[in-house]
């Protein structure tokens, strides 16, 4: 056995190794916080200074990581939070979890990935394991991790050591977290494999070796993709029943009672989130380097971003028949987030909608308990602030639009006053509902 691997592998069975987690985001926080749970000491490294300010205070900046969970991790002392990527030198462990967003023609853009790789290459010695997380097309890992690595005259496998292993994250899903979520492994060699199996299994339930780093990013697209595609396939059949007078929402439910070869995907207003609509053209953009095209991705692609134009027609045409032009019209979006009941507006359909309308000449407004500001993202701009969840304030709107189902938006007693309701979510069954209902 290498010296190097059996030094590494002890630190890691004495809880000794300590692990560096690179980006402290959605992904990189709570899987800091597992691994100080597990026992190990932790650094946690962002060029962000917010964010280890923030921590070290014992503060939480993510809605669903409580403030509680931080603070006690952080009173153990075995945790620190930094920007000096200096102290990277003292990791035995380093988890990379930085964003992989796309750029302007939707391409994958790795610029966080280099820097982050450029950074730990700086200060790589003997007896590291680097595992890379974050999500990302099949190769990166050996075309941009391990070059820079092995300039630094260490070898993979003897010196250092390799892997990828995907984040898989329910945002507020209360039964599956990061510890009892199997975590796919694959290392850029054996003795890779060995250490960061031995380092994933201190920590999380259940650890899946796969046979490469490749199967291991590629088998995190899939899980994207086929979520990406069944969307858009409910999306589809959304309009097609529409069409038809048939409610899709009553569709599901019966579709769903059948017990084998069936999964209930449900229709919106489009994809959101730092994962789904984004990661697919990683797989996408690399297929066409290999000579082909990867179909369904694109189809998947253009159905669910046509979603906001579906429903801001759909609304068009709803106050139309009430003798009103979206021209002036007050129209108020439910929802900012993409997802219900979490703070993360990433790449939601709602900036479109508000988009589209606004473009329309219609005076649009947001309600959002959860997010009371829209920050300027990459894409949008639409410079709103949260008014009200009250009754009063709905019903001083021509339409009121809903993109997420966020818990606070199931109140009836809202809608009272409302004068026409456009529900992307199937929040209630129309019947239930004390003001004009349109699905979109
Ligand atoms: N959010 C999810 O649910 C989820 C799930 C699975 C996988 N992923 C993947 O995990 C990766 C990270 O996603 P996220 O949601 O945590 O992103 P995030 O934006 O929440 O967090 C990324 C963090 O990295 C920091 N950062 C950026 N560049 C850095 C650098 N050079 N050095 C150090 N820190 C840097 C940012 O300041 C930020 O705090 C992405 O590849 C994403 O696709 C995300």
């Known amino acids: 056995m290498s010296d190097h691997k059996s030094k590494l ?20 926080l709570p899987l800091a916080l597992l691994f100080e749970e597990s026992g190990f000491p932790v650094i946690g490294f962002d060029i962000d200074p917010k964010k280890p300010d923030a921590l070290n205070r014992g503060e939480s900046y993510i809605k669903h990581i409580g403030p509680e969970r931080v ?11 930094t920007t000096d990527f200096d102290r990277l030198a003292e990791c035995d462990a380093i988890l990379i979890c930085v964003p992989t967003p796309l750029g302007k023609h939707r391409d994958p853009d790795l610029s966080y990935i280099r820097s982050t790789a450029d950074e730990i290459a700086l200060h790589l010695r003997p007896s590291q394991v680097v595992v890379l997380e974050s999500t990302t097309y099949p190769g990166t890992t050996r075309e941009e991790l391990k070059p820079r690595f092995d300039a630094r005259g260490l070898t993979a496998g003897e010196g250092y050591f390799l892997a990828f292993s995907p ?21 850029i060699d054996p003795a890779s494999q060995e250490v960061a199996c031995a380092l994933y299994g201190a920590a999380v339930e259940k650890v899946v070796p796969v046979s490469s780093p490749e199967v291991a990013e590629a088998a995190k697209l899939m899980e994207n993709i086929f979520r990406s595609v069944n969307i858009a396939l409910v999306n589809e059949l959304k309009v097609v029943f529409d069409r038809m007078g048939i409610n899709v929402w009553e569709v599901i439910e019966a579709a769903k009672t059948k017990p084998f070869g069936y999964m209930p995907f449900y229709p919106g207003p489009g994809l959101g989130g730092h ?78 909608i508000i988009e589209l309308f606004q473009e329309l000449g219609a ?78």
Request: overall charge positive; glycine content about 8%.
């Open 167 to 187: 984040e898989r994250e329910d945002p507020g899903n209360p039964k599956y977290h990061t510890k009892n979520i199997p975590k796919i492994v694959g290392g």
């Open 9 to 28: 592998l002890e630190k890691i069975s004495s809880r000794t190794a300590v692990v560096g987690v690179i980006g402290l985001g959605y992904v990189g």
């Open 71 to 81: 603070a006690a991790a952080f009173a153990r002392g075995r945790i620190q939070a």
């Open 275 to 352: 994962c789904i609509p984004l990661d697919p053209f990683y797989l996408a953009w690399k297929a066409a380097e290999h000579g082909v095209w990867a179909r369904f991705i694109e189809l998947a692609g253009q159905i669910n971003t046509s979603m906001p134009h579906y429903v801001v027609d759909k609304t068009v045409k709803a106050l139309n028949e009430q003798g009103k032009s979206i021209k002036g019209a007050k129209v108020l979006v439910l929802g900012l987030s993409y997802k219900a009941d979490i703070d993360d507006d990433r790449e939601s359909p709602s900036f479109g």
């Open 363 to 440: 005076e649009v407004a947001y309600c959002d308990p959860f997010i009371p500001a829209a920050g300027k993202g990459r894409k949008w701009d639409v410079g709103l602030t949260s008014v009200p969840c009250t009754a009063e304030e709905f019903a001083r709107h021509d339409a009121v639009v809903v993109s997420t189902a966020h818990s606070p938006f199931r109140d009836l007693a809202l809608y009272a006053g409302v004068k026409l309701l456009v529900d992307t979510r199937n929040l209630f069954p129309p019947s239930a509902v004390p003001c004009p209902v349109v699905r979109a």
